[in-house]
């Protein structure tokens, strides 16, 4: 009983479980993390920031956080362009910008987060 | 003999109150702009809104337009915007409305033929779409039944509930989605969808899906719940709804149980019919 809708909303399902662990981590990081006293220091401090993007697995969760945001935030605008009762040549031709804009700011993103990670890590 | 017992509450001749019906007047032809008319109208213990439209239509206006067959929550005909909310006009207590004044306006998120009468033909081709009776592969015995198709009372109870449906348009009048995205087939046609697919004795889940779990079907829902809440014969469709969703992930992960449509029940070759019971009549079709 699988559609390409079912399996979009599925998609979006994970990503948004995927938002709730890795923003949660995010979030402990740079509030809670000080509070607690598991980190030393302040985390937005610049040295701070170029420590944790040393770090392979702070880099490969920011990316996989960036691929779902986007995913989850774009296929939930598509939806709610797709309510206001547009034609089906519209939602072909939002579909394609969506996926599109998607793909650049995941490019964009995920060259920002591996070059720092790359250039520090002396790569 | 058998007192009638009414469910409406003990209607009496005593006037209690007079109430202001005002309605919204729509006619293509002669009122193109339309325009609320009041009517003051005597209200006795136990009327209806579908009495007071009676009253107003033998007694102050003739014209007045509306929808309605068997005066008893059945039929589905007489749905209409009662004070802000849907509600069939035959089970709606004036004095339950615990109002001096009336508002009476037709269904929203359908085009009006005339004053309180919907237009229910989107309702009826998004119903049709999702093909609310039974698919099975063999198709000769559908179209020439030697028996009954098995189902035990579990079964039975699966879908029981969403076969209440009399296709009033309440649930699509009261949808938020419904009223921007034209194409979102709704919750009467989702949850009739749902209804099939969980018969034992239906296997065309896979035939429904491209409607059911299109672009604009169950995945359009935000479970604002107000469809349930309209519902008059407590058919609750955005539960039905979010359990098309569940069974759509379920088969997103290969987790959904393949289904077999209920074989023919075996023929009963023993016992002894009661007295006094006649013969089954013959089939006509």
Redesign the interface.
């Known amino acids: 009983m699988r559609t390409r809708e079912s399996t979009l909303w599925t998609w979006h399902l994970v990503a948004g479980a995927v938002i709730l662990v890795l923003l949660g981590i995010h979030m402990f990081i740079m509030h809670l993390a000080d509070f607690f006293g598991t980190v030393q220091g302040d985390v937005l401090e610049f040295s701070s920031v170029m420590e944790r993007s040393l770090d392979a697995t702070f880099a490969v969760m920011y990316v996989v956080l960036l691929a779902a945001a986007l995913y989850h935030g774009l296929y939930g605008l598509r939806n709610i362009i797709f309510e206001l009762s547009i034609s089906e040549r519209a939602e072909r031709v939002i579909s394609v910008l969506l996926v599109l804009a998607g793909v650049a700011l995941f490019l964009v993103g995920a060259y920002g987060t591996l070059a720092v990670h790359s250039a520090q890590a002396g790569v | 003999m058998i007192e009638p017992v009414s469910t409406q509450g003990e209607k009496t001749d005593e006037i209690v109150k007079n109430v202001k019906f005002k309605v919204l007047r729509f006619d293509r032809d002669t009122i193109p702009s339309p325009r609320v008319d009041s009517f003051d109208v005597p209200v006795k213990k136990g009327m209806t809104v579908l009495d007071a439209l009676q009253y107003i239509k033998e007694n102050l206006d003739s014209t007045l337009s509306w929808r309605f067959s068997c005066r008893m929550g059945v039929c589905g005909s007489c749905g209409m915007f009662i004070n802000g909310f849907p509600r069939l006009a035959c089970n709606t207590q004036v004095l339950e409305l615990e109002a001096d004044v009336v508002d009476l306006k037709p269904l929203p998120n359908f085009d009006t033929i005339k004053d309180l009468v919907p237009d229910l033909a989107v309702l009826f081709e998004k119903h049709r779409s999702v093909r609310p009776f039974t698919l099975r592969k063999d198709i000769a015995e559908l179209d020439n039944p030697s028996g009954e198709f098995f189902q035990t009372t579990d079964e039975l109870q699966r879908y029981l509930q969403f076969a209440y449906c009399i296709k009033c348009g309440l649930c699509m009048a009261a949808c938020p989605?419904v009223a921007?995205?034209?194409?979102?087939l709704g919750p009467q046609a989702l949850t009739q969808a749902h209804r099939y697919n969980m018969d034992s004795r239906d296997e065309g889940?896979?035939e429904r899906?491209?409607e059911a779990?299109?672009?604009?079907?169950v995945?359009?829902c935000h479970f604002a719940g107000a469809c349930s809440e309209a519902c008059p014969k407590g058919v609750d469709p955005a539960f039905a709804i979010q359990l098309m969703?569940r069974?759509?992930?379920k088969?997103?992960?290969g987790l959904?149980r393949k289904k077999k449509a209920a074989p023919l029940a075996p023929k009963v070759t023993s016992g002894k019919r009661m007295e006094g019971v006649p013969d089954a009549p013959k089939r006509t079709v």
């Open positions: 989605t921007t995205d034209r194409r979102y889940r896979d899906k491209d779990l299109g672009t604009h079907g995945f359009r969703k069974d759509a992930l088969a997103s992960f959904l």
